[in-house]
């Protein structure tokens, strides 16, 4: 009886086990991906209407917290914005608040992530953000002229073509601490695709990039 029983369990334990696995996959299947997100026509009226979630962090206009905890989003372009609300979904990209804000009933389809993308990117670009002391600024911006540039525009611009992220007149802070986790492996996806362009960068260089970056208006 006891061998019995024994063998039952450890059967129980394994269709538990495959069950979860199934759950699991499944529950990664029907998260949206960017494709999913481009292939809907934004409401942005129903984006401004989801966006309050996000007003209680990034704040009403999108221009995040002077602190540099919470970046700036006001006016990047929408598959930034896109890559990133679906990175966070699926756990490319790890953040408490933004997992939680990602996962809740309002925003969990493609439509809503367009919805709110769009605008967000609407947005007007805002002014006041926190700048560096300005001690290591004409290295930062030799630096970035020389390795930064070719991507994300001279002013920091970025592209709607490619995805690649606006960066002008984002919080210096926040810059620093994005940086740095490229660099020390915290960030996946962006430690990969920047790991050639950002080795050997001193901390002088790092600090004059994002002091340099925050003072850049991209003109829209």
Same mark, same amino acid.
């Given at each position: 009886?006891?061998?019995?029983?024994?063998?039952?369990?450890?059967?129980?334990?394994?269709?538990?086990?495959?069950?979860?696995?199934?759950?699991?996959?499944?529950?990664?299947?029907?998260?949206?991906?960017?494709?999913?997100?481009?292939?809907?026509?934004?409401?942005?009226?129903?984006?401004?209407?989801?966006?309050?979630? #996000?007003? !209680? *962090? &990034? $704040?009403?206009?999108?221009? %995040?917290?002077?602190? @540099?905890?919470?970046?700036?989003? /006001? +006016? =990047?372009?929408?598959?930034?914005?896109?890559?990133?609300?679906?990175?966070?979904?699926?756990?490319?990209?790890?953040?408490?608040?933004?997992?939680?804000?990602?996962?809740?009933?309002?925003?969990?389809?493609?439509?809503?992530?367009?919805?709110?993308?769009?605008?967000?990117?609407?947005?007007?670009?805002?002014?006041?953000?926190?700048?560096?002391?300005?001690?290591?600024?004409?290295?930062?911006?030799?630096?970035?002229?020389?390795? #930064?540039? !070719? *991507? &994300? $525009?001279?002013?920091?611009? %970025?592209?709607?073509? @490619?995805?690649?992220?606006?960066? /002008? +007149? =984002?919080?210096?802070?926040?810059?620093?601490?994005?940086?740095?986790?490229?660099?020390?492996?915290?960030?996946?996806?962006?430690?990969?695709?920047?790991?050639?362009?950002?080795?050997?960068?001193?901390?002088?260089?790092?600090?004059?990039?994002?002091?340099?970056?925050?003072?850049?208006?991209?003109?829209?």
């Amino acid at each position: 009886m006891a061998t019995h029983m024994r063998r039952h369990l450890v059967w129980l334990s394994i269709v538990v086990i495959v069950l979860a696995a199934v759950a699991t996959a499944l529950g990664r299947a029907q998260e949206p991906t960017v494709a999913d997100v481009r292939a809907r026509s934004p409401d942005v009226m129903r984006g401004e209407r989801l966006y309050a979630v #996000c007003a !209680a *962090c &990034h $704040g009403v206009d999108g221009a %995040g917290r002077a602190a @540099g905890e919470i970046p700036a989003i /006001a +006016g =990047q372009h929408v598959g930034v914005l896109t890559r990133q609300f679906v990175a966070f979904r699926g756990g490319v990209r790890w953040d408490v608040r933004m997992e939680h804000a990602s996962q809740i009933r309002q925003m969990g389809d493609a439509q809503a992530i367009a919805d709110v993308a769009a605008y967000v990117a609407r947005l007007p670009v805002t002014q006041g953000n926190q700048r560096g002391t300005g001690e290591h600024l004409d290295l930062g911006a030799r630096v970035y002229a020389q390795r #930064c540039a !070719a *991507c &994300h $525009g001279a002013r920091g611009e %970025g592209r709607s073509i @490619g995805d690649v992220p606006r960066l /002008a +007149g =984002q919080h210096h802070a926040y810059l620093q601490r994005q940086f740095l986790d490229v660099l020390e492996q915290r960030r996946p996806g962006l430690s990969e695709s920047h790991a050639r362009v950002m080795r050997g960068l001193a901390q002088p260089e790092i600090d004059g990039i994002a002091d340099f970056l925050s003072r850049a208006t991209s003109g829209g």
